[in-house]
């Protein structure tokens, strides 16, 4: 009476009592084979091993469900991925039915809200104790259900981002959970034996189905019928009806006679579900098994490693057919939804396609190490998701893209072995030819020549050296009910595009491109070995694609004309005239010139579908979920978002023609505003602008930033609302008026003040006063006032300081004033009497001193002295007092200031405005009628510009004819001198010598001391591959400043620059170059001190300076060629030092516990023996290497050392204890360890891993330094330079204007 359970994976047995032995049965849930348990045996079993249990002390057994599962996968070729996750074992799967959604349900209680279109995580929930097994999307509501270990049902509402209830009443696991697609039903299936449904509004148990005698591992209810089908490791599958409890649950509005019936029936006892078939068939526990959406069959697949189909009908159900091919549990099984196919998943992790018809398996895809466990389809599009140990992955079977082709107005297009002819302007669509039938896949691209009327259709097989292409004639006059099925060429061959009238190329499977005519024959053959895709390029050209560019190829020619790196273009789209072209990647769009110039890239999170030109040059591009537009000047930006992808046939005005994925065509309407007023903006075509500005509806933080971008804040003026807004706009565009008005309708003290300040920029002093009384400013205003000649406001200033009791602000006032008089009496007003009897003294006030001096106590107080040198302190009077603002120049309005209605009449009338609209009887002209608010200040508009106010109110008295009819002649003669206009104009500009050296010069260095830092840069860029500008900061300075003398013209004024010439003896006004300050001989010079630190041993300072030395190299401007040489052969010496020091400093750094370290050690130091180095210090190389190989017992390779050593001619000391080295080497010559090191061999040193490059191997070198690289370093920063990008294309190093002849 003992069960003996042998585990698939030990050799041991545990033996466990129990009942007695009952026929053998695998169970699938703990991967042991069972030797009879009985049916009650099975939860006891599983219970008792639901921990850990000890086989002989040391193995121990874990129990394992059948479906528990960890995350989402795909596999392989054909199965496109389309999203990918990892997380812990993924137990349930489903599909939102209209959002880009996913619920995953993980073995850990974690339940994962996904959107697989942007690749995000959206939520998470976690309340489940144990894994979660079942899980599911309502298909209206907000809502989503959950099973798990903890025997609980959950039901979720993600918007609210919690659990709403929780049902509870099984007695074991929940392995499924599914709603109703009508019914407010839910039925869960679990480990308890039984299945149950469950009304979710009242969160009751309505039904409880019984029968199984084994877990329940899969309950779902029929798509359309009143029936619900589960699968169980009792080896069965049971159909059930549940019509009565439909029935049973009608609603309170059912006929009365349907409510009579239901009552008859009860009466007779009957239940509300019955099963109506019992399927068996299987040899194991079946794992899973779900109806066809569509007709009547059943898929089930079970642990004895088959999946089989059944039918049914209205009184029986049977087997149809098995399919074999799984070499263990199948875990999973589905219908395609639209396709005559069956997926299903196993642990023998792998997934199968089969064939619905055939029986057969038409796809398996692997994966190494993990077992799938979960299948899910999504309701209504062609996406499927595969859960596995370690990860989610959701994806397609098939490409869904269609293939078509573009020419004037008709669209071409293959649906359902047709080609279909869409005309653009009727929307007539027709099939024009049945394609011929054979191949399996479908149309991968299509290429049309409209000359022959002849269409290219591509076809990639899942080996791409199975791809075919097939050549058709499309016939002109053909039947759309019928049309004809001509018959087509087809030959091998990846990609087959047009070229000519009568020429098309082929890229074959070796690579090579192949030009065939008309009848479909070999014309000329071209090799390109790195080629892996071809693209149209117009006649007689071709765009090649290779691992990370695309080069437009002449075929005529069999040459290469341009090239642009850009990594694994999928799609090319020309526009119209051909002269641009847009190249799309999965993630980045590169908009091209004709000669395959880069204008701009733009990057995308999602993918990048399809794209197609507009006619007035914008590339309109849609990804997964937008529709967008890019401008060949960068610019790029969302029209509208997507439900669906879609793909761009033809944009024209505000409608994009495109194909959905059931390539059905249709017509979108954007709005095109945005991006044609920044097209409009860009070729400056103001008058659009303007007329858009005016019209269209213009708003978004986005558009305002984009003009201030592009220096065009007063466009933005003219359409933004928000007074915040216009304040910054205004006071950058320095439009007084309208900041002017926005200012007082937010009327905030941080915005008065920046008014101030531009004001005072502008010389507008009366706008500079209202601020400072808006802001209540008593110190700035009374200086204006004094600066202004003001003198009445200036007194009314030192009136309400004595108000306002400011005795600082009142004496300071005084002083402005030169009112000697009340200086004194404020200073005895607040006791400094010694001070108020000195200054009364001094200004000749005797009466008033002498009054003081006789306040003073003799005994007590001393009567201070007066300085007979005193000199008065007295303020200039104004000469003028300036009442208008500061005078302008008048240049003329902008284009927009000129055309768009400005919202205030200029500064003046703006400020005289205020003064009409100024309250109060007479503002600051009676001094006892002071309005003063609680701070002791009068209000900000009062008494402002009451002259200019007086001449507007006395303005009708004036009646001057002014349109008198003078003879001809006079108005020609009035007419000669100045501008026509009567006001200044300004003279224009002319050029800087800064500019004019920019102008004469390619050297870097001639820009920088012009301080034109950014086309230095570029041309740094261009000539040696500058990428990394930091370390040239200090550099870039010093040049700048060396390029200027600085002199005083006249005291009180700025100081003046002088451009300094190096050939200042014939440079006049357009020729000059500028003179450079640093020299070749300086650099050679601190070559001398770099030795010396070498010497002494200091070699990370000595790497520096190299390095120094190496960047000013190209900051140089020689004369001669011997120059340029001796410049290159400075390069070379400081690339040598640098690598050869930089491996030495990394070699110190190394440990040397073990022999391969120390081996590392003795190759790193033989490296170094190969810089070429002055002789002093290879002798100290030489020396270390001998030491260290001598100590390794590679007395060969010491050997050889010593003998270089002693050919350099070392000291008498060192020379002696060589040779005594070398000696003993000799005795014994050979090598005890093996090393990458071949002394015979040449090689350079890779100056990032300082490993041997041996000549024949390929490699990457720095284009300013030299140093050579493995080409897995290509696109890094050089770690010599530390400035420039490996294995960049460059000119060349440009140092002298001889280089440019």
Not at 53 to 76: D, F, N, T
Not at 1259 to 1278: N, T
Request: charged content about 25%; proline content about 4%; hydrophobic content about 40%.
């Amino acid at each position: 009476r003992a069960l003996l359970v042998r585990s698939r994976c030990l050799s041991s047995f545990l033996a466990i009592p129990a009942a007695p032995l009952a026929p053998a049965h695998c169970c699938c849930c703990c991967d042991v084979t069972c030797a009879a348990p009985p049916p009650d045996f099975f939860r006891l079993f599983r219970r008792h091993l639901r921990r850990d249990v000890s086989v002989c002390g040391s193995v121990r057994l874990q129990l394992e469900r059948p479906r528990g599962g960890k995350a989402i996968i795909l596999l392989l070729a054909k199965m496109l991925t389309k999203f990918e996750t990892k997380s812990a074992r993924v137990k349930g799967l489903s599909f939102h039915s209209k959002r880009p959604w996913i619920l995953a349900s993980l073995h850990n209680g974690v339940i994962q809200l996904w959107d697989y279109r942007m690749c995000t995580l959206i939520d998470k929930f976690d309340e489940h104790d144990g894994p979660v097994r079942g899980i599911d999307f309502h298909k209206q509501q907000p809502l989503f259900v959950s099973g798990g270990d903890d025997y609980k049902i959950k039901v979720w509402n993600y918007k609210l981002r919690r659990c709403l209830f929780t049902l509870l009443g099984h007695l074991d696991y929940i392995r499924t959970t599914f709603f109703h697609h009508e019914y407010p039903w839910i039925l869960s299936a679990s480990d308890d034996q039984t299945i149950r449904i469950w009304n979710w509004q009242s969160r009751t148990c309505v039904c409880v189905l019984t029968g199984h005698n084994h877990y329940v591992m899969c309950a779902q209810f029929h798509p359309s019928e009143d029936l619900v089908v589960s699968a169980s490791l009792d080896q069965t599958v049971r159909v059930w009806d549940i019509s009565g409890l439909r029935k049973k649950n009608l609603s309170p509005g059912a006929v009365e006679s349907d409510v009579r019936g239901i009552s008859g029936v009860d009466l007779f006892g009957t239940t509300d579900a019955v099963v109506k078939y019992v399927l068996e068939g299987h040899d194991r526990g079946v794992n899973w098994a779900t109806f066809h959406p569509t007709m009547a069959l059943i898929v089930s697949g079970a642990d004895d490693r088959q999946v089989k189909i059944w039918r049914m009908n209205d009184v029986k159900a049977w087997e149809v057919d098995t399919c074999r091919g799984h070499y263990n549990n199948v875990s999973c099984a589905a219908f395609h939804p639209r396709q005559e196919l069956i997926l299903s998943n196993s642990e023998d992790k792998s997934i199968r396609v089969w064939d619905m018809s055939k029986r057969t398996g038409v796809q398996t895809f692997r994966r190494d190490h993990d077992r799938f466990w979960v299948l899910g389809a999504h309701p209504n599009l062609n996406l499927f998701a595969a859960g596995h140990d370690s990860g989610m992955i959701v994806f397609k079977l098939e490409r869904e893209r269609p293939a078509y082709a573009v020419h004037g107005n008709a669209l071409f297009y293959v649906k359902d072995r047709f080609l279909r002819q869409l005309d653009f302007h009727s929307s007539k669509d027709v099939a024009v030819m049945q394609l011929r039938s054979g191949s399996k896949f479908p149309v991968f691209s299509m290429s049309y020549n409209p000359a022959e009327n002849a269409v290219l259709l591509c076809t990639r097989a899942s080996n791409l050296e199975n791809s075919t292409y097939d050549l058709y004639s499309i016939p002109k006059d053909s039947d759309s009910q019928n049309p004809d099925a001509p018959e087509g060429k087809r030959s091998s061959g990846l990609t087959a595009v047009w070229v000519a009238r009568n020429r098309f190329a082929v890229l074959d499977r070796m690579h090579s491109i192949l030009i065939k005519n008309l009848k479909n024959e070999i014309t000329k053959k071209v090799q390109v070995p790195n080629c892996d895709e071809i693209f149209y390029a117009g006649t007689g050209n071709l765009l090649l694609r290779d691992a990370d560019s695309i080069t437009l190829f002449d075929v005529q020619q069999k040459r290469s004309l341009s090239s642009v790196k850009i990594c694994k273009v999928k799609y090319v789209v020309w526009s119209g005239d051909m002269t641009h072209v847009a190249l799309l990647s999965k993630h980045a769009i590169m908009i091209c010139n004709r000669k395959l110039e880069s204008l701009c890239s733009i990057h995308e999170n999602i993918r990048v579908k399809s794209g197609a030109w507009d006619e007035s040059g914008v590339f309109i591009y849609t990804t997964s979920n937008h529709i967008k537009y890019a401008l060949i000047s960068g610019d790029h930006g969302i029209i509208r978002t997507l439900d669906l992808p879609i793909y761009v046939t033809r944009v024209k005005g505000n409608s994009v023609y495109c194909l959905d994925r059931d390539c059905r065509p249709r017509v979108l309407t954007i709005d095109p505003t945005e991006f044609k007023f920044k097209l409009a903006l860009v070729n400056r075509k103001y008058d659009e602008v303007l007329h858009m500005v005016r019209n269209a509806k213009l708003v978004g933080q986005s558009i305002i930033a984009y003009l201030q971008k592009k220096g065009y804040p007063e466009v933005a003026l003219h359409f933004v609302k928000d007074e915040k807004t216009r304040f910054s706009l205004a006071l950058e565009c320095g439009n007084l008026e309208i900041a002017l008005d926005a200012a007082k309708a937010l009327d905030e003290k941080g915005c008065w003040e920046k008014l101030g300040e531009l004001a005072l920029l502008q010389g507008n002093h009366q706008i500079v006063e209202m601020c400072y009384q808006r802001t209540k400013n008593f110190d700035k205003l009374s200086f204006l006032y004094l600066i202004t000649g003001n003198l009445e406001k200036l007194r009314k200033m030192m009136k309400i300081a004595e108000i306002r009791k400011d005795m600082s602000g009142h004496y300071q006032n005084a002083l402005y004033l030169g009112d000697v008089g009340e200086r004194v009496r404020i200073l005895k007003n607040c006791g400094q009497k010694s001070l108020a009897y000195l200054t009364a003294a001094t200004h000749g006030l005797d009466e008033e001193a002498e009054a003081l001096r006789a306040t003073f106590d003799p005994e007590k107080e001393t009567v201070p002295e007066i300085d007979p040198e005193a000199q008065l302190l007295q303020p200039p009077p104004p000469v003028m007092p300036l009442d208008t603002n500061w005078p302008l120049l008048t240049v003329s309005k902008g284009y927009f200031e000129g055309n768009m209605a400005g919202r205030g009449k200029g500064g003046q009338l703006a400020v005289d405005q205020l003064a009409m609209e100024s309250t109060g009887t007479g503002g600051w002209e009676e001094d006892t009628e002071l309005l003063l608010d609680e701070d002791g200040f009068v209000d900000a508009a009062d008494g402002f510009g009451e002259e200019t106010a007086r001449a507007t109110e006395e303005g009708g008295g004036w009646d001057v004819e002014e349109d008198l009819d003078l003879p001809p002649e006079l108005e020609l003669a009035g007419s000669g001198g100045g501008s026509s206009d009567g006001f200044f104009v300004s003279p224009s500009r002319g050029s800087s010598p800064a500019q004019v050296w920019c102008n004469n010069s390619q050297l870097p260095v001639d820009h920088l001391v012009a301080g034109s830092f950014e086309t230095a840069a570029r041309l740094l860029h261009d000539q040696v591959g500058v990428t990394n500008f930091g370390p040239f900061k200090n550099l870039f300075l010093q040049s700048f400043a060396r390029g200027r003398s600085v002199f005083q013209a006249l005291p009180c004024l700025p100081a003046m620059y002088g451009y300094l010439q190096r050939n200042w003896k014939d440079a006049g006004l357009k020729n000059g170059l500028p003179a450079v300050g640093l020299k070749l001989a300086d650099l050679i010079q601190r070559l001398q001190l770099c030795y010396q630190l070498t010497t002494s041993g200091k070699f990370e300072e000595a790497v520096e300076r190299f390095r120094t030395i190496l960047l000013s190299v190209p900051l140089l401007e020689v004369e001669s060629k011997q120059e340029i040489a001796e410049a290159q052969q400075l390069i070379t010496i400081c690339r040598e030092y640098i690598v050869g020091l930089s491996m030495e400093s990394e070699r110190k750094r190394l440990p040397k516990d073990t022999l391969e370290q120390q081996k590392r050690i003795c190759e790193m130091a033989a490296y170094f023996t190969h810089c070429n180095l002055q002789p002093v210090h290879m002798i100290l190389v030489l020396r270390t290497a001998v030491n260290l190989f001598f100590k390794l017992k590679n007395f060969k390779t010491a050997a050889s050392f010593a003998g270089r050593l002693l050919e350099l001619g070392p000291k008498p000391e060192v020379g002696q204890q060589t040779r005594k080295i070398l000696a003993a080497c000799e005795k014994t010559p050979t090598d005890a360890h093996q090393l990458n090191y071949d002394m015979h061999n040449p090689f350079d040193v890779c100056a990032a891993t300082y490993r041997p490059i041996y000549r024949g191997k390929p490699v990457e070198k720095c284009p300013l330094s030299g140093a050579c690289y493995s080409p897995e370093f290509k696109g890094q920063i050089c770690r010599v330079t530390t400035v420039t990008e490996i294995g960049k294309d460059v000119i060349g190093l440009r140092i002298s204007s001889l280089q440019f002849r």
